[in-house]
């Protein structure tokens, strides 16, 4: 038998088809993802004039003092959890989420105490959120020093 050396011509690999693979994978996962959408809370500011709103059919309010407790239309709450601030506002607008939530919050409140009232309301459904102010007093600075 007669074997005959074969030359062997140069083996290469064409990236050409595997980069368009990748590029064509990178266009299915951009197109594919869906991206998360935060939910955000209408919050109706009142308005600096300091008129009086009218009275409204009902509304809840939910006060904040100055060490977290909160009173809904007040009625004082056993704790400070999420889960009672929510089955404490049901029970008063028995699912009516369309009713006005008026959030007043004392001056030393922690930011927490009042983010969690407005997170309640938003899980719940409540899309009127007010926040109470007072108009700062006339010719008091509330800077340091003024």
Same mark, same amino acid.
């Given at each position: 038998?007669?074997?005959? $050396?074969?030359?062997? !011509?140069? #083996? =290469? +690999?064409?990236?050409?088809?595997?980069?368009?693979?990748?590029?064509?994978?990178?266009?299915?996962?951009?197109? =594919?993802?869906?991206?998360?959408?935060?939910?955000?809370?209408? +919050?109706?500011?009142?308005?600096?004039? &300091?008129?009086?709103?009218?009275?409204?059919?009902?509304? @809840?309010?939910?006060?904040?003092? !100055?060490? &977290?407790?909160?009173? +809904?239309?007040?009625?004082?709450?056993?704790?400070? $959890?999420?889960?009672? *601030?929510?089955?404490? @506002?049901?029970?008063?607008?028995?699912?009516?989420? /369309?009713?006005?939530? +008026?959030?007043?919050?004392?001056?030393?409140?922690?930011?927490?105490? #009042?983010?969690?009232?407005?997170?309640?309301?938003?899980?719940?459904?409540?899309?009127? *959120?007010?926040?109470? /102010?007072?108009?700062? =007093?006339?010719?008091?600075?509330?800077?340091?020093?003024?």
């Amino acid at each position: 038998m007669k074997f005959r $050396r074969q030359r062997l !011509e140069d #083996v =290469s +690999i064409n990236l050409t088809p595997l980069i368009d693979v990748v590029f064509l994978l990178l266009i299915f996962f951009m197109v =594919s993802t869906t991206f998360t959408r935060e939910t955000q809370l209408s +919050i109706d500011l009142p308005e600096a004039s &300091g008129a009086a709103r009218e009275a409204d059919r009902e509304e @809840i309010e939910i006060l904040i003092d !100055e060490t &977290g407790q909160y009173r +809904i239309n007040g009625q004082g709450l056993v704790d400070n $959890r999420m889960r009672t *601030l929510q089955a404490a @506002i049901y029970k008063l607008s028995a699912g009516d989420t /369309t009713l006005p939530m +008026i959030i007043t919050a004392d001056a030393q409140a922690a930011h927490e105490d #009042v983010v969690r009232a407005m997170d309640a309301a938003g899980q719940m459904g409540f899309v009127h *959120l007010s926040i109470t /102010t007072r108009q700062p =007093s006339q010719g008091a600075s509330d800077l340091p020093g003024g």
